[in-house]
């Protein structure tokens, strides 16, 4: 099956500097990778997708990248903000195409005003 | 209400008792998972609907497990004869296509603690 790596497991970083969260994955057949946001006491939110046969997306702040040869994909948060704050997963399909999501372990991220 | 509703939102169990997670999902959507969360990790699936079938329960831990979709929208996880080790938060989500992956949305979860 799917196993999903993420790191770091925690960031700090200074309001307004960028984070970077990287995931590796080990399915070469995974064709979809989506980030959600978890805020304390909420469930995942999605943040931005992006499927295989694409190897950037941005949207406002926030921008996915992947790279199938190595098999990872990466978060960039620009100008962070502390609602930013929360902790991050990165997900990919446990077996290939349509299967269901296996999770990382998720990075916290702490940004400091 | 718009979004994926679960209840109740904590429950306690004395170890041994029955419990009943309820989840209400986003009206029309067409696919519903269950995940479990332990504390400081990620979610981890469980099972996953169809409307009213279920086509996948690969995740569930044990036959103490039950989920169950009878009309394709309110769902039930039911979990029998409760052990120490089940107690994390029970997330739900939803998803308009008939998809496993894509776009969900997921409820604020039930916190189960057995004691």
């Known amino acids: 099956g799917e196993n999903v790596e993420q790191h770091p497991s925690t960031l700090s970083v200074q309001e307004g500097d960028s984070a970077v969260i990287k995931c590796t994955y080990s399915d070469s057949a995974s064709n979809y990778f989506p980030w959600y946001k978890q805020e304390l006491g909420k469930g995942p939110q999605l943040i931005i997708d992006?499927?295989?046969?694409?190897g950037e997306k941005k949207d406002q702040r926030i921008a996915v990248t992947l790279n199938k040869t190595a098999k990872h994909f990466s978060l960039h948060i620009t100008e962070t903000q502390p609602e930013d704050s929360a902790v991050y997963f990165c997900a990919a399909p446990s077996i290939s195409g349509n299967t269901p999501l296996v999770f990382g372990k998720g990075t916290r991220l702490s940004v400091i005003a | 209400g718009a979004g994926v509703s679960q209840s109740p939102r904590y429950k306690v169990a004395k170890r041994g008792q029955d419990v009943a997670l309820r989840c209400d999902p986003i009206?029309?959507?067409?696919?519903l998972f269950w995940y479990q969360q332990a504390l400081g990790q990620g979610p981890e699936f469980l099972t996953y609907f169809q409307n009213e079938a279920q086509l996948d329960k690969s995740g569930l831990p044990s036959d103490r497990f039950f989920a169950e979709r009878p009309e394709g929208s309110v769902s039930t996880l039911k979990i029998q004869r409760t052990q120490q080790e089940d107690s994390a938060v029970y997330l739900c989500?939803?998803?308009?296509?008939?998809?496993?992956?894509?776009?969900?949305?997921f409820g604020s979860g039930t916190q189960l603690s057995v004691l």
């Open positions: 992006i499927r295989s046969n694409v």
């Open positions: 009206s029309g959507h067409v696919s």
């Open positions: 989500a939803s998803s308009l296509a008939a998809t496993t992956n894509e776009k969900l949305f």
